[in-house]
């Protein structure tokens, strides 16, 4: 049957436009190309910064180490094996699939010249710009101790979070195969941090060694297994209300946990950790859940930074005398509305590159950016089982099993992908209901025998 | 409030036992010890001799090199992006968890000392037995050919099929990268052997480039991607009939894929693979499906031996001359009834460890064992959506969509725990609605900058 489409006599209006339309347009765009934004990192505030170009006559080029976007709120449940990888991880392709004006670029941002408006990477060709979104993040920080790097586990990267449940799980295997040749410390897991990931970590780590593991290994006494918190200050969740600090610290201690407040780090060896006030505590699993610092590829910009890193940003986000560059997310400081600087929180990054795209979209046609205001949703932590602490805007706070169910329900919604949210739904019922982490399969690389 | 359990002058008979009768049997089990039945191996053959010994008075001893139980049939699933590591891998301590005379050692059986009785293993005590089941499968054989071990990909366990999927999403972001410079055939992804795992991955790579990568790499000639099998027979599928071995040669030409059959391989390089008959084809990615030799740890045994190296064992699968080791699944040899011997599937591994379970029981009754009897259920391999050849016994054969149905009917009963069953299906079925593969994730060790 022949279509209408195919008759080249067919009508000249209409839906249908006749080859000479069709052909006109993109001979224009080659005359008068469009101008390129590329963006950084395919974290909250990257993804967004690109999804929120997508009505815009630009061309995007999101760069990304990794081929896929983490959901790094529920890193903490593959490392203690509630979750895989996969469940957390979508493949960036996918998500701008059907955004016509992305190219997606697998590599490694190494430096950013500003003056040539030039990004080069590990692989492949340099990236010209006309406009940068620089959403990249933090990496770890050690605050100068000895032994961090070498002998602590990070919690950042997916790859990370799977070496830790192997790590552990192998614990348990060692343990069990010959128990009067373990070492001391063998079943002390150290979380150096009480921020949301160290009580987040703590909590699942005491159930996920109390109810699977306590099973699975019958001949073993998995009750002499150690959490412990190692908490800098006076306070866990530093940024939350006492009320919520309170209620962290004693839902902990009521599953098991040890918490040291006023505890901070000396060092980190092989065998353990030594507190600043002499005291020792043996550990073949120290975790580092302390402290981040803006990514490395800040040291590109000679503009002011802070402490940590990050880099003082206008009110608008972009870079202080370089308007077509933007710098969002935990990479990015600026001051809030009561003056401290804005939290390193998803929420943050994403409204961040909501901002970016839509000040991009200003400059392009002459008109003057806003300042950025930051919406506050809310901050929450979990502590576990039916517990979680949610404090919303406007003074609501939301505790134990209120909390938590509002916990599930906030990051159901914002975990990318309909699949996704699904099978992590699927999952988390499952756990609740049966008491089972189904991803305790310790699967290391290397294994081929 | 008391329990009447906890009343010392309470009732001697009923559901309550006095604490001296539950003392009597701890010491009575001690003065004569139970015979110990150490089962090497967690796959289908070990672990359904392990379930088959639950009422045995014995204490089993099941030994793996993994903490899991892999559903091999599903492997190429995860090659392909299609399932998560996770779904197909049950925790092998969560299996048998209600089971009370098993205790798990994760270790890899490194040699046997029939004379003593005695397991070496690499990791802790070496391990006695009174009674083995050698249940640890087969190993990749190269045929010795030149190359095999050192370019091409195994397609054995969890972590290969990991490594063979980030390789190959691996190859289409280094050519979306960097078209010029990319090495020729990086696009060629040549299956080394026409079985069912070679058929079975064939037809689900060329879905996946097909459908999502076209998606996924709009600025790249996905078009050119090749999948090539290469068979050194006449005939894919050995084993199956005629028919059904023109039909999946048949779907897999339509979907793309290039067979070449009577092509021998002489030799795997870096760069690609070259033919006995010396054609040469580029390609960066050769998978070797082909062959498996019994593993090494038959070569404890001194008895005869296939060719392939598999253990010529007696009627009831016992080694000859050795009444209490029994070796069951891909590595033992058996002339079935057709004078052929048994194929290495997983229902001749599941029905040899139950035969090999209630032998070990009629040898502890002094009775005598019986001839092992394959009871075939039929072959089955699935050549990619709505497609699959499925020859049950009484010569009933299925083929595509009938085909296909029932392979997922069959290998969702056959998978360990409920929970995978329900991701798994949860996954085909989005798969096949969506067209989505959605464990397209490259997720690489050491990334952790």
Same mark, same amino acid.
């Given at each position: 049957?022949?279509?209408?489409?195919?008759?080249?006599?067919?009508?000249?209006?209409?839906?249908?436009?006749?080859?000479?339309?069709?052909?006109?347009?993109?001979?224009?765009?080659?005359?008068?190309?469009?101008?390129?934004?590329?963006?950084?990192?395919?974290?909250?505030?990257?993804?967004?910064?690109?999804?929120?170009?997508?009505?815009?006559?630009?061309?995007?080029?999101?760069?990304?180490?990794?081929?896929?976007?983490?959901?790094?709120?529920?890193?903490?449940?593959?490392?203690?094996?509630?979750?895989?990888?996969?469940?957390?991880?979508?493949?960036?392709?996918?998500?701008?699939?059907?955004?016509?004006?992305?190219?997606?670029?697998?590599?490694?941002?190494?430096?950013?010249?500003?003056?040539?408006?030039?990004?080069?990477?590990?692989?492949?060709?340099?990236?010209?710009?006309?406009?940068?979104?620089?959403?990249?993040?933090?990496?770890?920080?050690?605050?100068?101790?000895?032994?961090?790097?070498?002998?602590?586990?990070?919690?950042?990267?997916?790859?990370?979070?799977?070496?830790?449940?192997?790590?552990?799980?192998?614990?348990?295997?060692?343990?069990? *195969?010959?128990?009067?040749?373990?070492?001391?410390?063998?079943?002390?897991?150290?979380?150096?941090?009480?921020?949301?990931?160290?009580?987040?970590?703590?909590?699942?780590?005491?159930?996920?060694?109390?109810?699977?593991?306590?099973?699975?290994?019958?001949?073993?006494?998995?009750?002499?297994?150690?959490?412990?918190?190692?908490?800098?200050?006076?306070?866990?969740?530093?940024?939350?209300?006492?009320? *919520?600090?309170?209620?962290?610290?004693?839902?902990?201690?009521?599953?098991?946990?040890?918490?040291?407040?006023?505890?901070?780090?000396?060092?980190?060896?092989?065998?353990?950790?030594?507190?600043?006030?002499?005291?020792?505590?043996? *550990?073949?699993?120290?975790?580092?859940?302390?402290?981040?610092?803006?990514?490395?590829?800040?040291? *590109?910009?000679?503009?002011?930074?802070?402490?940590?890193?990050?880099?003082?940003?206008?009110?608008?986000?972009?870079?202080?005398?370089?308007?077509?560059?933007?710098?969002?997310?935990?990479?990015?400081?600026?001051?809030?509305?009561?003056?401290?600087?804005?939290?390193?929180?998803?929420?943050?990054?994403?409204?961040?590159?909501?901002?970016?795209?839509?000040?991009?979209?200003?400059?392009?046609?002459?008109?003057?950016?806003?300042?950025?205001?930051?919406?506050?949703?809310?901050?929450?932590?979990?502590?576990?089982?039916?517990?979680?602490?949610?404090?919303?805007?406007?003074?609501?706070?939301?505790?134990?099993?209120?909390?938590?169910?509002?916990?599930?329900?906030?990051?159901?919604?914002?975990?990318?992908?309909?699949?996704?949210?699904?099978?992590?739904?699927?999952?988390?019922?499952?756990?609740?209901?049966?008491?089972?982490?189904?991803?305790?399969?310790?699967?290391?690389?290397?294994?081929?025998?």
């Amino acid at each position: 049957m022949a279509t209408p489409a195919r008759d080249p006599a067919g009508p000249a209006a209409g839906f249908w436009h006749d080859g000479r339309v069709i052909e006109q347009e993109p001979v224009a765009a080659r005359r008068r190309p469009r101008p390129r934004v590329v963006v950084l990192g395919a974290g909250f505030g990257g993804l967004h910064a690109t999804l929120g170009l997508a009505g815009a006559t630009v061309d995007v080029v999101l760069v990304d180490r990794d081929n896929y976007h983490g959901f790094w709120p529920l890193l903490y449940q593959v490392a203690t094996a509630g979750l895989a990888p996969e469940d957390i991880a979508h493949p960036i392709r996918a998500i701008v699939a059907r955004q016509a004006n992305v190219a997606v670029r697998r590599a490694r941002a190494t430096a950013i010249d500003l003056d040539e408006r030039v990004v080069q990477v590990d692989e492949g060709a340099a990236i010209p710009y006309d406009y940068l979104v620089v959403a990249v993040g933090s990496s770890l920080s050690d605050y100068g101790i000895p032994g961090v790097r070498s002998h602590a586990f990070g919690l950042k990267t997916l790859p990370e979070a799977v070496r830790l449940r192997n790590h552990i799980l192998g614990a348990f295997e060692a343990a069990d *195969s010959d128990p009067a040749g373990a070492p001391e410390g063998l079943l002390t897991f150290v979380l150096a941090g009480g921020g949301p990931t160290g009580v987040e970590m703590a909590g699942a780590l005491a159930e996920l060694i109390g109810t699977n593991l306590a099973v699975d290994f019958p001949h073993l006494d998995v009750s002499a297994a150690r959490v412990v918190v190692l908490e800098a200050t006076s306070r866990l969740l530093n940024g939350f209300s006492a009320r *919520s600090q309170a209620e962290a610290y004693a839902t902990l201690v009521a599953r098991g946990v040890e918490v040291l407040l006023d505890a901070p780090l000396a060092e980190v060896t092989e065998a353990g950790v030594r507190l600043v006030d002499g005291r020792e505590l043996a *550990s073949r699993t120290v975790v580092w859940t302390a402290g981040v610092r803006a990514n490395p590829l800040a040291d *590109s910009f000679a503009t002011p930074r802070a402490l940590n890193g990050t880099v003082e940003v206008e009110a608008d986000l972009s870079l202080p005398g370089h308007p077509e560059v933007f710098v969002i997310g935990d990479m990015a400081r600026r001051a809030g509305r009561g003056g401290a600087p804005l939290p390193q929180l998803a929420q943050v990054a994403i409204q961040g590159g909501r901002h970016a795209a839509r000040s991009i979209g200003q400059r392009l046609e002459g008109r003057p950016t806003r300042p950025f205001r930051y919406h506050n949703h809310g901050i929450m932590a979990t502590i576990g089982r039916r517990s979680a602490v949610a404090e919303l805007p406007g003074g609501l706070t939301l505790r134990g099993t209120l909390g938590w169910l509002s916990w599930l329900g906030v990051h159901l919604v914002f975990l990318v992908g309909f699949r996704n949210r699904v099978v992590v739904l699927f999952n988390w019922a499952w756990n609740y209901l049966t008491w089972d982490r189904a991803s305790r399969v310790l699967l290391e690389e290397g294994d081929d025998g």
